[in-house]
């Protein structure tokens, strides 16, 4: 099936329709054209694409994959956007997903995994990989401010949320890079960071595509117990990298979550039951 302008709209959204913006789309694909489905990399809130660039999207090229990562609105070099919402970033997802060549596998980051999830009702995707997932909640908010109170204040009350580097990454990764990479983070809108703790969870996916959770028990920003629940949403269990930091794509053992995504996908997973 071609997926390159197959998507769902609810009837309400056709009354309230999303204001077009500029997105950034970076993009590494094979130099032979082959049949893999392409990869649509979705970062969290204050990545963007850059985050996919750095390792894996020259990775799951030199394997064969098409790979495209995206920089929801207000974030890396897509337009501002200062009054976003969830649903603005879906729509991002969505446009740029029924832009590609062939029906896609959606992979989000963070909070990022959140608007795949919400993508997923909308676009039918060939499957799907939820990265260190944050789908938010008051929970999510708890833990936050147990493991850093003095950055996740501010989001309470409106103000950016910051992440330290000893959340985003393992003791591996050299500081240098540690430190160049925390000081490229921007920040997500207020009103999508709200509704992260308080909005609707995501629909059911058209079609039941495959999803494949994974990410590390020593996650300082997402709790072992939140990966377990999100993985039992699609009826899996969570694949998990001890050892590393909150931003699998760029820690210093980056190649082993990728090289999993990619031998999961090449055993072509089934549709989930569910």
Do not use: C
């Amino acid at each position: 099936m071609s997926g390159e302008r197959i998507r769902i709209v609810r009837s309400w959204e056709w009354a309230r329709p999303e204001r077009p913006a500029r997105r950034e789309v970076l993009a590494e694909v094979p130099e032979l054209e082959g049949t893999k489905p392409p990869l649509l990399f979705v970062p969290g809130f204050g990545h963007g694409a850059w985050a996919f660039a750095e390792h894996w999207l020259g990775h799951a090229a030199s394997r064969g994959f098409p790979a495209y990562a995206l920089s929801l609105r207000g974030h890396g070099g897509s337009a501002p956007a200062p009054e976003a919402t969830l649903r603005s970033y879906t729509h991002d997802v969505v446009q740029a997903a029924a832009s590609l060549p062939r029906q896609a596998v959606l992979v989000g980051h963070g909070a990022g995994a959140r608007v795949v999830a919400h993508a997923l009702a909308r676009y039918p995707a060939r499957a799907a990989v939820l990265v260190a997932p944050v789908f938010g909640g008051w929970g999510t908010l708890g833990a936050a401010l147990r493991r850093n109170p003095l950055g996740t204040l501010p989001a309470v009350v409106g103000g950016r949320l910051r992440l330290s580097r000893r959340q985003l990454f393992s003791r591996e990764l050299p500081d240098g890079e540690a430190r160049r990479y925390a000081a490229r983070l921007g920040r997500a809108s207020r009103r999508a960071q709200w509704q992260l703790l308080t909005g609707r969870q995501p629909e059911p996916a058209v079609g039941r595509p495959p999803v494949l959770v994974l990410g590390s028990p020593d996650d300082r920003v997402v709790p072992a117990a939140a990966l377990t629940r999100a993985a039992r949403r699609y009826a899996s269990a969570p694949l998990l990298f001890p050892g590393m930091g909150h931003d699998l794509m760029l820690d210093a053992r980056w190649r082993e979550p990728i090289d999993a995504i990619l031998d999961w996908l090449e055993k072509d997973p089934a549709p989930a039951v569910r």
